[in-house]
């Protein structure tokens, strides 16, 4: 019996180090498909291939989330997935397997390892597709699959772009309602998701985790649209009644975005949840203090409370930046957090930057 040509997908976001696996690949003699994605490795399963060459961490969807997407789908639930990492901690380890990774190998990926881990994996499944084989009969062959989903691939690939990118499209337009009506501006919104990608990227979270903060952050007043406008819109001080009212947003914000299975829109709850509690624990809803606050919470509070006072408001002219950040200095260790503090310092170059680009 003629030996199997095997077909094997490398997903990396990163070009250099998925092209060199890629060239690896080749040259065991197998044929390869590459993307750049969680999105489009999904998609390119439907080719035919025979194992999957995956990163752990990915933007849009990472390793973890493509392998318990194969393993849901009926047609590829026993593909091999290899997934390449630098992951140490058993509990990363753990994960994996319980989401169906077959096997790790660590990065820098060694040749010689390599080849024999496909090896193995490969005439298993052999073996394993043999034993089917002889229970069911194929519709058409494994070529005409091919050329039919190659066909209508870029179509396929292009529509679940567009899907993700409208549902990103929907979280803006939610986000948007509440800060017109607080006459805040788009311009907002949109520095407050590059802000916390600036920082969250410079306290090196994994790049999927500071993508959801990207679209995330921007969520945190969402709850503003349960507050009456007598009260939102007031010019003067607020009584303390009404104050009790306003600190209602954070708690009608989580509502809003509650049961979500969107992991951007999971990210957002959270935000808008604790983005007022505080460092030392005198914050609100809830009173949350130190690393119970989450990290994505404690990087909004910093980027907001420096974006909403360098802003022209009705009431009052911008505060220059160098006062603002005094200001943030000045409540590290009480209201904000130090090692997030540490860091926003650290990039504020970069944060003006993108501050002096929304300057009209």
Avoid at 61 to 68: E, L, N, T
Wanted: proline share 4%.
């Amino acid at each position: 019996m003629a030996e199997p040509k095997y077909r094997i997908l490398v997903a990396d976001d990163d070009e250099m180090i998925r092209e060199l696996h890629a060239e690896f690949v080749r040259g065991f003699g197998y044929e390869v498909e590459v993307a750049a994605d969680g999105i489009e490795a999904i998609a390119k399963i439907g080719l035919g291939v025979d194992l999957v060459l995956t990163d752990a961490h990915m933007p849009n969807m990472d390793g973890f989330d493509v392998a318990r997407r194969i393993r849901q789908t009926k047609s590829s639930d026993e593909l091999p997935i290899v997934m390449a990492t630098s992951l140490e901690a058993r509990e990363d380890r753990l994960r994996a397997y319980e989401v169906g990774i077959n096997d790790f190998i660590n990065k820098p990926v060694d040749h010689t390892e390599l080849r024999l881990r496909l090896k193995w994996l490969l005439e298993l499944k052999t073996a394993q597709d043999r034993l089917r084989a002889s229970k069911q009969h194929l519709e058409q062959t494994v070529d005409k699959r091919t050329r039919d989903l190659r066909h209508a691939l870029e179509e396929v690939t292009r529509a679940q772009r567009e899907v993700h990118e409208g549902h990103l499209d929907t979280i803006r337009r939610l986000t948007l309602a509440a800060e017109y009506k607080d006459h805040d501006t788009a311009g907002h919104i949109e520095r407050i998701g590059r802000y916390s990608e600036v920082v969250g990227h410079a306290m090196h979270l994994a790049p999927g985790m500071v993508d959801l903060l990207l679209h995330a952050a921007p969520m945190h007043d969402v709850g503003k649209l349960g507050i009456p406008d007598n009260i939102l819109l007031k010019a003067g001080p607020l009584t303390d009644e009404e104050r009790q009212v306003m600190n209602t947003h954070t708690t009608i914000g989580a509502q809003i975005l509650s049961g979500s299975t969107s992991p951007v829109i999971q990210m957002g709850e959270r935000v808008a949840l604790a983005h007022h509690e505080k460092w030392d624990g005198t914050g609100y809803p809830n009173g949350l203090a130190g690393e119970d606050i989450p990290t994505e919470a404690r990087i909004c509070t910093v980027v907001d409370f420096f974006d909403a006072l360098t802003m022209d408001r009705p009431y009052r002219k911008a505060v220059p930046n160098d006062e603002v950040v005094q200001m943030i200095q000045d409540e590290t260790g009480t209201r904000f957090d130090p090692s997030v503090v540490e860091v926003f310092l650290d990039v504020r170059v970069e944060i003006e930057k993108i501050q002096g680009e929304y300057l009209d």
